[in-house]
């Protein structure tokens, strides 16, 4: 009986699970199919299926290219955003100076408010240094705002490493870089895997600082280039669901890798307290 | 090692001249700092501050620095404009929908997926996975399932027997198709959260309930709820600072319409700001939604989050 009783929750269980899944379903097989079968037949296997739009998408649009810039932005991004903010989280948990505290108060205070507030002033800004249609003109921001978040799980981490690590490194003659470079970095390996997933995820999705930036189809990230596509091939369903699936792709990967540290780095603030 | 411990710690022995602190001192730690520091000024509180100073002008944003003040005139513009009231209007309407229907769902799911229940790691995996797709990638997805004619929605609805709908393609309906695909979205995250939460109660004090005769409501009610509640609030508090900034999947999905009828502020912001080239008038929108997010970021924290740990915010929500 006590399976009779949980019918319900598995009930309302699965029709979360297809409301999760038929999108996906639907842009994964859409993808196959032309549009005569796509608006007769959405949900079904495609008869026959139709590789025609993957090859389209590859050779026409600028997908490959747009690939690569995104990696690229997002790689360095990460590796800016993580090695600005572990030094700076460095000096936070473990050094002590004049306005340490206003200073850190100073960069909390940019969790506070969303990007979308800033981003027209520096979409004048960057103009203004000629920084348009560049990617650093993207990477740069990212960083920026990236910045809070990442010290403040950093000094978190740094802060737990025991005084005694540190001391031994003194009197084996470590200076406050040797201790940062040899010692603390190597033992904070999960936190930088933590913060590193979070900026390449923040960066691999970033649609508005790219929309502004960049005009050059070159230049483009994936996110600029599904819309981009979008407007292009407005009818054709079949071929923007193709570019639809080939664009989830790499996230979905990632995601397989790195879903622990996602997940931890998500969490850790949300349960505390 | 005999004896007490007096070897002075090294927050003590900052600024002293000796040589073992070569490389410790007040300037080596500023060195540290200093690069996220000057990015930080630089790209994010700069251009705060530099809307405020545009909201004063009436300036096309081109030409060196703007020159012709209007004071208060961009605010008093944007109080009496129909399509910022409006952006106030659906925004809180979105933010409402997703408080008492998206959370209070992903709850649900989240107790449900914390019991011994047959595949729920995939459940699990599968409710987060939208979370991690580009709103890009989301938005153009959806625009075509909610297309009218041919699109997966109305084909589903029509195969069950059910009248179409019009989804994005109407004032009346397009707020909450919106709402919909935002659920689609976001809601597997809040369950992470919740789960994560859950699985922080002790399952001792759920069963000492029990065994004090309480039901599986009353445990839910009195010992689950009031020890996830630090949680939700956190899921609260991004719900909060996600409806302010939406921008992304009503770009793509409406671009604001029809007839501005889903429009936010990030939306009519960036409209008047590149589009029409009044930076002055849109760096106004931006101080304004800037208003929003920091009154109700220092009012939250001081009156609603203020028993929970400082720090224990993830503001990676959307991961801008």
Redesign the interface.
Same mark, same amino acid.
């Given at each position: 009986m006590k399976a009779l009783r949980r019918l319900p929750i598995h009930v309302v269980i699965l029709i979360a699970a297809l409301f999760v899944l038929l999108p996906f379903l639907y842009g994964l097989l859409g993808a196959f199919k032309d549009n005569a079968q796509l608006s007769t037949n959405p949900l079904g296997l495609p008869s026959p299926w139709v590789p025609s739009n993957f090859t389209d998408v590859f050779s026409a649009g600028n997908f490959w290219r747009q690939l690569l810039n995104s990696t690229y932005i997002a790689i360095v991004t990460t590796v800016l955003l993580v090695a600005l903010s572990a030094l700076a989280a460095f000096a936070f948990a473990r050094l002590s100076f004049r306005g340490r505290e206003f200073y850190y108060v100073l960069f909390t205070i940019g969790l506070m408010f969303p990007f979308t507030v800033a981003v027209l002033p520096l979409f004048v800004l960057l103009r203004t240094v000629g920084l348009l249609d560049n990617p650093l003109g993207v990477i740069l921001p990212q960083v920026a705002y990236g910045l809070p978040i990442t010290i403040i799980i950093l000094r978190a981490f740094f802060r737990a490493i025991p005084r005694e690590v540190e001391e031994a490194a003194t009197i084996d003659g470590c200076t406050a870089y040797g201790f940062f470079w040899r010692v603390l970095l190597p033992m904070a390996r999960p936190a930088l895997a933590t913060v590193s997933v979070l900026g390449v995820v923040a960066s691999w999705n970033n649609f508005l600082l790219p929309l502004l930036i960049f005009t050059d189809p070159n230049q483009m990230t994936l996110p600029l280039g599904v819309q981009q596509f979008q407007g292009l091939y407005a009818s054709d369903y079949a071929k923007i669901l193709a570019y639809v699936t080939c664009s989830m792709v790499p996230a979905l990967l990632f995601f397989t890798v790195a879903e622990r540290q996602l997940i931890s780095g998500l969490t850790a603030g949300a349960t505390k307290g | 090692m005999t004896g007490p411990d007096t070897?002075p710690?090294?927050?003590e022995t900052?600024g002293s001249p000796r040589r073992?602190d070569?490389?410790?001192g007040?300037l080596?730690?500023?060195g540290?700092?200093l690069?996220? +520091?000057i990015? /930080?000024v630089?790209?994010? $509180?700069?251009?705060?501050l530099?809307?405020v100073y =545009?909201s004063f002008y009436k300036w096309n944003?081109l030409g060196g620095l703007p020159q012709n003040f209007i004071g208060f005139d961009n605010f008093t513009r944007l109080w009496n404009s129909d399509i910022f009231q409006g952006d106030l209007r659906h925004g809180g309407l979105l933010l409402l929908l997703s408080l008492c229907v998206q959370l209070p769902?992903s709850l649900?799911?989240a107790v449900?997926?914390n019991?011994k229940?047959r595949g729920r790691a995939f459940?699990r +995996?599968?409710? /987060?996975?939208?979370y991690? $797709?580009?709103?890009?990638?989301t938005?153009?997805? =959806?625009?075509?399932?909610l297309?009218p004619?041919?699109?997966?929605a109305n084909?589903?609805l029509k195969s069950v027997g059910l009248p179409e709908w019009s989804w994005l393609s109407d004032p009346s309906s397009v707020l909450i198709s919106l709402f919909l695909v935002i659920s689609?979205k976001y809601?597997?995250?809040h369950t992470?959260?919740y789960l994560?939460?859950l699985q922080?109660i002790p399952k001792e004090l759920q069963e000492a309930a029990r065994i004090d005769g309480a039901g599986n409501w009353e445990v839910f009610r009195h010992v689950t709820l009031p020890l996830l509640a630090?949680?939700i609030r956190?899921?609260v508090f991004l719900s909060v600072?996600g409806s302010?900034?939406l921008?992304?999947l009503v770009?793509?999905m409406t671009g604001g319409g029809p007839a501005h009828s889903s429009e936010t502020m990030?939306v009519t912001?960036?409209d008047y700001?590149?589009r029409r080239t009044q930076?002055g008038y849109?760096?106004a929108i931006?101080?304004v939604?800037?208003l929003i997010?920091?009154a109700f970021?220092?009012g939250y924290q001081r009156f609603v989050m203020r028993?929970?740990?400082e720090?224990?915010?993830?503001?990676?929500g959307n991961?801008?």
């Open positions: - | 070897r710690a090294l927050t900052l073992r070569r490389g410790r007040p080596t730690a500023f540290f700092l690069p996220a +520091l990015l /930080f630089v790209l994010v $509180l700069g251009p705060v530099l809307s =545009f944003g769902f649900v799911i449900l997926l019991q229940i459940y +995996l599968l409710f /987060f996975i939208p991690i $797709l580009s709103e890009a990638v938005g153009v997805l =959806f625009t075509l399932i297309e004619e041919s699109g997966l084909q589903l689609w809601f597997g995250f992470i959260l994560a939460g922080g630090p949680t956190i899921s600072i302010i900034q921008f992304d770009y793509i990030a912001m960036v700001g590149v930076v849109s760096s931006s101080v939604m800037f997010s920091l970021a220092l028993r929970d740990l720090g224990a915010t993830t503001t990676t991961l801008r």
